[in-house]
């Protein structure tokens, strides 16, 4: 009596196969136009709230909007910033990077840790000896300090790319949803305590996401070929896998969206009603401070959704075979 083959218990429209050389080579190529755009958008963002009066307005603005309703979460985000520290992300990060050597992904596993490294490192020489902040009489809560990118989001979301970047194809998906969450908290959190302003949050997002898809584009996945078809009997399919990184990416648009709008009132709010010498004294009404500090987490939510779903799509995937 023979045994069925394998080929025999796999549903034919699940069959799989790796992906072409030239499907891989045009993700890394999108990964490093990813790269480049997330690391320009740092600087742009930097500009945009810190360079220009009008921007620091609208940030010390939402600085003002986060102490409505503190008491509400603060208590969280302080035990949330404090459980998520330096020492508990690396912990985090050794997990994710023993886990993957013990399956065999040696390569992922130190694309992943330079990634680590090149987020936090990166986000420190860039906040103390490359970016500056002019002083427009704003600056009282950090002594005139420049405090983009944030650290505490960077280590979040540092985290969250090494999942990513180690996640087999079938679990992607999921570290995405688990990594834009992780890193969206701590960044909100970090606003909620007043440690930070939108934009520092946001920054930190997009640097995460530009060594992501750094490691990415210089062929993280390169060398394992053999990981890319692997679909059980009574699996999802590669569509539906893919499916759940690209609503998460979605979702994120479209707080974009909402962010963006919320950013005009913000901006319209302070022009008009008189600028950077009204909010320097303190002439801020309470619903335009509580509009621009939702804009800033709200945008944190978009930057983070987006990132993590982009990186999780451009990671190679499964691709069907289709039906015989």
């Known amino acids: 009596m023979t045994t ?3 080929s025999a218990t796999i549903s034919p429209e699940y069959r799989t196969e790796s992906p072409r050389p030239d499907t ?3 993700r890394r190529a999108l990964a490093g136009v990813l790269a480049a755009l997330s690391a320009m958008a740092v600087f742009a963002v930097w500009w945009l709230s810190v360079m220009l009066p009008t921007g620091q307005a609208m940030e010390q603005t939402a600085f003002v909007g986060s102490r409505i309703g503190a008491r509400f979460v603060t208590a969280h ?6 459980v998520v520290s330096l020492p508990a992300a690396v912990g985090l990060v050794l997990v994710v990077l023993l886990g993957a050597l013990w399956r065999g992904s040696r390569r992922r596993a130190l694309w992943a840790a330079a990634a680590v490294v090149a987020i936090n490192v990166s986000t420190q020489v860039i906040k103390y000896l490359i970016l500056w902040r002019p002083d427009y009489g704003l600056s009282l809560r ?3 300090l420049n405090t983009l990118p944030s650290g505490h989001t960077a280590v ?7 999942l990513i970047v180690v996640a087999a194809p079938r679990w992607r998906p999921a570290a995405a949803w688990a ?4 890193a969206a908290a701590m960044g909100y959190s970090t606003l909620a305590c007043q440690w930070h302003r939108p934009g520092d949050v946001i920054a930190a997002l997009l640097l995460a996401t ?3 898809a750094a490691a990415i584009a210089c062929g993280a996945w390169a060398d394992e070929p053999a990981e890319l078809g692997e679909v059980e009997p009574g699996e999802h399919g590669p569509a539906e896998r893919v499916s759940a990184a690209a609503v998460l990416g979605g979702l994120g648009i479209l707080a974009a969206v909402v962010a963006l709008a919320l950013e005009v009132l913000t901006w319209r709010g302070v022009v008009d009603g008189g600028g950077v010498v009204a909010v320097a004294a303190g002439q801020i009404t309470r619903t335009g401070a509580f509009i621009a500090y939702a804009a800033g987490a709200v945008g944190t939510v978009a930057v983070a959704s987006m990132g993590m779903a982009a990186l999780a799509l451009l990671c190679p995937s499964a691709s069907t075979t289709g039906k015989r």
């Open 156 to 162: 979040a979301a540092s985290a969250a790319v090494a």
């Open 210 to 212: 530009a060594w992501g």
């Open 179 to 182: 990594g834009a969450l992780l």
């Open 4 to 6: 069925p083959s394998t």
């Open 24 to 26: 891989w080579r045009n």
């Open 142 to 144: 950090f002594g005139g």
């Open 77 to 82: 985000a302080r035990s949330l910033l404090h």
